[in-house]
């Protein structure tokens, strides 16, 4: 199949040789991301609208703030801070006003609109949009491209998250003998190649035996990283 400015990015990843191609998406995903929140679109009226409204999770937060662009950071902080005291305290003024003898108490209306923040990041948000996009053409070119489909078939497999989400998401996409081979292929590739990973970290363990002192490393030295990739998505 020819290649579409949809199918660059996962075929890029899947090129790579790595731990979980879909960690990979991930991750430039937010890289784009971050860099976007702190590149000219904080002076967008439309996107400071939404950096107010939503804010930012904690890690994103941190990853805005090492963008090292200062007063950009301090411009969006300050605007959203404006917004999170705003909504607060017509919140306040909601509880006072409606406290009543007769009403069994309810959840605070500033702790629903916390927990509602919490639950919010602009950059979460942007990457999620494009990274279901991504997912779909994973499915699309498994079904549709040969070339694609032998790639994805000598990857080194996934991290459990992302195993998980392939697994749920295939039977939403695939259907017939297409989503027995790809059930089939990503049970195959993550189970042997966690199983490769694990036995890299038990090396490793080894290595620090005297026994094992004058034995070669392998491919451990970096099996600790790579455990990190396949258990919980780090990169």
């Known amino acids: 199949m020819k290649e579409k400015i949809y199918t660059i990015p996962v075929n890029d990843a899947f090129r790579e040789d790595c731990e979980c191609p879909v960690c990979l998406m991930y991750k430039k995903l937010e890289e784009e991301s971050v860099a976007y929140t702190m590149g000219p679109s904080y002076m967008e009226d439309d996107i400071r609208d939404k950096t107010d409204r939503m804010g930012f999770c904690q890690k994103h937060l941190k990853k805005i703030y090492e963008r ?6 301090a411009l969006v902080m300050k605007t959203h801070m404006d917004r999170v005291i705003m ?13 009543s003898l007769f009403k069994k108490p309810q959840s605070p209306r500033s702790v629903e609109y916390i927990h509602k923040l919490q639950a919010q990041c602009f950059v979460c948000d942007r990457i999620e949009n494009t990274f279901i996009r991504y997912v779909d053409t994973i499915f699309y070119m498994y079904s549709h491209d040969d070339n694609f489909r032998k790639m994805y078939e000598s990857c080194r497999g996934f991290c459990t ?9 295939a039977q939403k996409r695939l259907s017939g003998s297409v989503l ?3 059930i089939s292929c990503t049970n195959r590739l993550y189970l042997e190649n966690m199983r490769r990973v694990r036995d890299d ?14 034995e070669p490393w392998r491919n451990a030295k ?3 990283t790579r455990a990190m990739t396949k258990d919980s998505s780090i990169l």
């Open 68 to 73: 090292e662009n200062r007063l950009g950071f």
């Open 180 to 182: 027995d081979s790809f």
């Open 201 to 214: 970290v038990a090396w490793f363990i080894n290595k620090f035996d005297h026994k094992y002192a004058n």
């Open 87 to 99: 909504e607060l305290e017509k919140c306040s003024k909601e509880q006072v006003q409606g406290k």
């Open 222 to 224: 970096d099996s600790l």
């Open 161 to 169: 998250e992302h195993y998980g989400l392939l697994i749920e998401e």
